[in-house]
């Protein structure tokens, strides 16, 4: 039974989702916009918008805060200069995923996550 279990498991261990998530959204952050599994682009939103929501706050804790997350110095640098302050006035809601239909190879439901345009 999985009472009160957050989540999904997307078939990884614990420390595998961990590091897909991080990532995926590394890979947000650079990219503006990836192309993934519809699972995976769920479960990678609200990971995605608190480190915008930190991004947001912008002080040397935030900044910390989020550098757990994303390990890549170019992803952090753009998420706190320019992705943090272009949704400054936004009270949350950054991304969007857009369904893409099914992958030709084993038949996946495919989403590409994107980041906000304002």
Same mark, same amino acid.
């Given at each position: ?6 989540? $999904? =498991?997307? !078939?990884?261990?614990?420390?595998? %989702?961990? +590091? #897909?998530? &991080? ?40 900044? $910390? =805060?989020? !550098?757990?997350?994303?390990?890549? %110095?170019? +992803? #952090?640098? &753009? ?40």
């Amino acid at each position: 039974m999985r009472h009160q279990a957050k989540g $999904r =498991q997307l !078939s990884r261990t614990a420390e595998h %989702r961990r +590091a #897909l998530l &991080r990532n995926l959204a590394t890979s947000l952050m650079l990219h503006g916009g990836i192309e993934t599994t519809v699972a995976k682009a769920k479960e990678l939103r609200p990971y995605a918008e608190r480190l915008i929501t930190l991004a947001r706050r912008g002080d040397l804790h935030a900044r $910390r =805060q989020a !550098s757990q997350k994303i390990r890549e %110095r170019q +992803a #952090l640098t &753009r998420l706190f200069s320019e992705i943090g302050p272009r949704f400054a006035a936004r009270p949350g809601g950054y991304t969007r995923i857009l369904k893409l239909g099914h992958r030709p190879g084993d038949g996946a439901e495919m989403a590409r996550i994107e980041l906000l345009p304002e």
